[in-house]
């Protein structure tokens, strides 16, 4: 089965600076790679996903870039905000299937 | 619309208990996930339904879950008997052709 790696566990950066989350993914069948945030006691959220055709991206200040070939993808969030702090899930579907395999978040604090 | 909704919101029940969550999908989505989120486990697919059938439910942990999907609009899964590690944010989401997932609000069951 799909296995998703994620790094860092928890990152803590600046108000104003950028944050990257990076993922690995073990399945080089996997085709769709969805991001989701989850704030405290809420459900996560999509907030951007990319498919396999295309590398990279790009909605306002959330970014998600793709490499295929090394099986791992990132979320660049430029100009941080206290309200982009959150648990942030990257994902990546298995054998082309609906099925996501989540990885296991990242803590992202954006300090005022 | 409203959304995929869940219930109920919080549970407690004692160990050997029966326990149902309940699930409605967004209508119109014809995929519907049921996980389980733990510190311990993070975010973890249980099963998957297509059109009101069950794909994969490859994550169930034992015997003792179980669920079902009567129809488009309602879900149900099922733990009997109950036990404490069974304690844990059960969230239901749908989509549409197995794409972007839509999170309900989460069942929070503890199980003394």
């Known amino acids: 089965g799909e296995n998703v790696e994620q790094h860092p566990s928890t990152l803590s950066v600046q108000e104003g600076d950028s944050a990257v989350i990076k993922c690995t993914y073990s399945?080089?069948?996997?085709?769709?790679f969805p991001w989701y945030k989850q704030e405290l006691g809420k459900r996560p959220q999509l907030i951007i996903d990319?498919?396999?055709?295309?590398g990279e991206k790009k909605d306002q200040r959330i970014a998600v870039t793709l490499n295929k070939t090394a099986k791992h993808f990132s979320l660049h969030i430029t100009e941080t905000q206290p309200e982009d702090s959150a648990v942030y899930f990257c994902?990546?579907?298995?054998?082309?299937?609906?099925?996501?395999?989540f990885g296991t978040g990242t803590k992202l604090q954006v300090i005022p | 619309d409203a959304g995929v909704i869940q219930s109920p919101r919080h549970e407690v029940t004692e160990m050997g208990q029966e326990v149902t969550l309940r699930c409605k999908p967004i209508?119109?989505?014809?995929?519907l996930f049921w996980y389980r989120q733990t510190m311990m486990r993070g975010l973890e697919l249980l099963i998957y339904?297509?059109?009101?059938?069950?794909?994969?439910d490859s994550g169930m942990p034992e015997d003792r879950f179980s669920a079902k999907m009567p129809n488009a609009s309602f879900s149900t899964l099922k733990i009997q008997p109950s036990e404490p590690r069974d304690s844990a944010v059960y969230f239901c989401?749908?989509?549409?052709?197995?794409?972007?997932?839509?999170f309900g609000p989460g069942t929070r069951l503890t199980v003394t």
């Open positions: 989401a749908s989509s549409f052709q197995g794409w972007e997932q839509y």
């Open positions: 399945d080089s069948a996997s085709n769709y």
């Open positions: 990319i498919r396999s055709n295309v």
């Open positions: 994902a990546a579907n298995s054998g082309g299937y609906q099925k996501v395999t």
């Open positions: 209508s119109g989505h014809d995929y």
């Open positions: 339904f297509n059109n009101n059938v069950p794909i994969d």
